[in-house]
């Protein structure tokens, strides 16, 4: 009878197994926790996406620990009360989900004040809830079948291995096998299809890009460059942008036509190749006989943000040259996956080039040398500049805007900051070499030190997950949460382990969405960063004022074309 009572209750045990109260507990926790406010504004879906997987990883960990449990053969509840006490932790699951969804609308609207957006009347309470709960069932079935496999694995193993070494062997095993899978083949195919994918539209001529006619444009007439090879970026950015007249409009009569020069990736072959056509080019143009010139590090699409390069040639009355080299046709976090060196390699190319002519020029008369970069180009740009061996004939300054979390060297100024200072706008050393500015402009408390020979300005928003994420904060509280806050990060954030590591990285994939807020970087607040990094002649904030004015006019005119 004995054995017929463990028989009848084996498939119920079975069950049991995959019923972990605290898993159910850590899982509603977790759900109402991703609700909460974050640092960029949520649609609901993105909302429910978040929150069936933040949950889901709550559940796994509970089951972690209900394992942990019974591996150290601590004293567990009586068999029939499983179901019982699994009832009452859904139960209070429930009840917490039904909780954040209830105060789904006020959270989100705490985060929708701080971006200057307006309230919702509703978060779409039964959107989040039945997009999260796909989510969840979906991710719940998938850790079932890692679990099914690992049991199938560890049964055969059993046979020639101990228990335990069968155990961590099995382990190993299938997570290679997922890790073959997913990065051999999976990835890979993706990672084929979107590089021929985003190939075929840099590829693309559109119909309202005219060719120039100007032989100071890249593409035009008597360039080095070819106009079809440009790329799609390429050719936005050496055919769009200010002309003389209007540059005049604001800087007077003497103004210029700026310079731009762009070399597509499949301009040449190889990077150096690349960089030694756009030093060509600058010199057929004339760049270096300009008062400013430019090295810039495009995002990994090959886009040159008009916002970063419009204001700066305002600005020095388009006496500038500015010159980009493409290194990829995908996205930067699909480059950044694939083939993070390509970057990396163009921009020491470029540079090199570049700064090794500059060098032999007679230095009262060859231009004032910058670098910029955005997002991944600030990483590029960052990794890149030879620091070290500038001291003998430094550059005049660069400008680093939205400077990835990983970028090495903004680590070292965020993490080497004066203790007294936040870790959104850090204070680095006494402020000659290195200073950092957000929407509010440059530091006051920089106002009355001078800088050195070579001003390094970091340009970013603390509102931006792409700047402040970081895998700790899944354990600890990332040090921007701190007091004072970021005046674009809502005093309602709370830090939440793991949940809040997800929020970063899905604001991440999201922070495009509202200007001058996340990644989202906006030309008046350009304007301040150039002025700190290149110091225009006769600058003041009254011209300051009547430039962004002439900007936000552009913005506003611009969003009403597109409504």
Avoid at 85 to 108: E, F, N, R
Avoid at 452 to 477: C, E, M, Q
């Amino acid at each position: 009878m004995a054995v017929d009572e463990r028989e009848r209750r084996a498939p119920l045990r079975r069950v049991l197994r995959l019923i972990h109260p605290v898993g159910f507990l850590l899982a509603g926790l977790a759900f109402a926790a991703a609700l909460t406010p974050s640092l960029l504004p949520r649609d609901p879906l993105i909302q429910g996406v978040l929150a069936g997987v933040v949950a889901a990883v709550g559940y796994e960990i509970g089951g972690f620990l209900d394992w942990l449990w019974r591996f150290t053969q601590l004293p567990r509840p009586p068999e029939r009360w499983q179901v019982a006490l699994g009832l009452i932790a859904a139960g209070a699951a429930l009840g917490m989900v039904a909780l954040g969804l209830s105060q789904a609308a006020d959270w989100q609207n705490a985060t929708r004040a701080v971006a200057g957006l307006e309230p919702v009347a509703s978060s779409f309470p039964m959107t989040i809830a039945s997009v999260g709960g796909a989510v969840f069932v979906l991710l719940w079935i998938l850790f079932r079948l890692f679990a099914f496999a690992l049991d199938r694995i560890n049964a055969q193993l059993d046979r020639v291995l101990p228990p335990r070494i069968a155990r961590v062997v099995g382990l190993g095993a299938l997570l290679w096998i997922v890790w073959a899978l997913g990065d051999g083949l999976l990835l890979q195919w993706v990672f084929r299809v979107a590089d021929a994918s985003f190939e075929a539209a840099d590829s693309f001529i559109e119909p309202d890009i005219a060719q120039p006619t100007s032989p100071l444009k890249s593409g035009g007439p008597g360039s080095l460059i070819d106009w079809q090879a440009m790329g799609r970026w390429g050719r936005f950015f050496a055919a769009r942008g200010p002309t003389r007249e209007d540059i005049a409009a604001f800087a007077g009569p003497d103004a210029m036509e700026p310079l731009r020069v762009y070399v597509g990736r499949r301009s040449a072959d190889t990077a150096e190749a690349r960089a030694d056509l756009a030093l060509r080019e600058l010199i057929r143009v004339g760049a270096f006989e300009r008062k400013a010139l430019i090295v810039a590090v495009p995002v990994g699409t090959g886009w040159m943000d008009p916002g970063a390069h419009d204001t700066i040639e305002y600005m020095l009355g388009g006496d500038v040259a500015t010159v980009g080299v493409q290194y990829s046709y995908l996205t930067s976090v699909l480059s950044l996956l694939q083939h993070p060196e390509y970057g990396v390699e163009q921009a020491a190319a470029q540079f090199e080039a570049i700064y090794n002519y500059w060098t032999r020029l007679p230095r009262a008369t060859r231009p004032k040398l910058y670098v910029f970069g955005l997002s991944q180009g600030a990483f590029n740009s960052q990794a890149t500049l030879p620091l070290l061996d500038l001291f003998a004939d430094p550059i005049d300054g660069a400008l680093w805007t939205g400077s990835p979390f990983f970028s090495s060297f903004w680590a070292m100024v965020r993490d080497g900051r004066t203790p007294d200072s936040p870790a959104w706008r850090p204070r680095f050393g006494n402020g000659s070499l290195a200073r950092v500015m957000n929407q509010q402009g440059a530091d006051p408390d920089y106002a009355d030190v001078p800088w050195g020979p070579t001003r390094l300005v970091f340009l970013n928003y603390g509102s931006d997950p792409i700047v402040a994420f970081t895998s700790a904060a899944g354990v600890h509280p990332p040090a921007w949460l701190k007091p004072p806050r970021a005046p674009d990060v809502s005093p309602a954030l709370r830090w939440y382990p793991v949940v809040t590591m997800f929020q970063l990285a899905l604001d991440s994939a999201i922070s495009l969405e509202v200007p001058r807020h996340g990644h989202n970087y906006a030309a008046e607040d350009y304007i301040d960063a150039w002025a700190e990094t290149a110091a225009p002649e006769g600058w003041t904030p009254v011209r300051a004022a009547t430039l962004k004015a002439i900007f936000k006019r552009a913005a506003a005119g611009q969003i009403e074309e597109e409504k």
